[in-house]
């Protein structure tokens, strides 16, 4: 298993600009695919961005272009850099991590919240 911290979440107005962070630690952990997943009130939580060893990337149609998730394994850190925030993206924000093999994602983090307020 793979321990997962994230931080960065708080209030934002609509508009701005929020890093969320994800440390990782564990065995082999450098070696996991990473994803952050986000819990809006009432709906179900989704996966919006998901990071390779080698740095490919996936998106959420909905944050597309809008959100970056990289990572640095020297540092044991991936982040989700989210620009132009809309209320539409307050939830619940989640760290998760599968190994390459694995289609669900056993590992995940306490969570942090994101309020964006129009």
């Known amino acids: 298993q793979v321990q997962l911290t994230e931080s960065g979440g708080g209030p934002v107005q609509a508009g701005g600009s929020l890093t969320l962070s994800c440390v990782f630690d564990?065995?082999?952990?450098?070696?996991?695919?990473y994803a952050w997943f986000r819990q809006a009130p009432g709906k179900e939580r989704e996966r919006i961005a998901e990071?390779?060893?080698?740095?490919?990337?996936t998106y959420a149609d909905s944050v597309k272009g809008r959100f970056r998730i990289t990572r640095d394994n020297r540092k044991k850190i991936v982040n989700l850099q989210m620009n132009s925030l809309q209320p539409e993206d307050t939830g619940m924000y989640y760290c998760?991590?599968?190994?390459?093999?694995?289609?669900?994602?056993?590992?995940w983090g306490q969570g942090t919240q994101v309020t964006v307020s129009s």
């Open positions: 998760a991590a599968r190994r390459y093999d694995e289609v669900e994602y056993p590992s």
């Open positions: 564990g065995f082999i952990a450098d070696t996991k695919i």
């Open positions: 990071i390779t060893v080698p740095g490919g990337t």
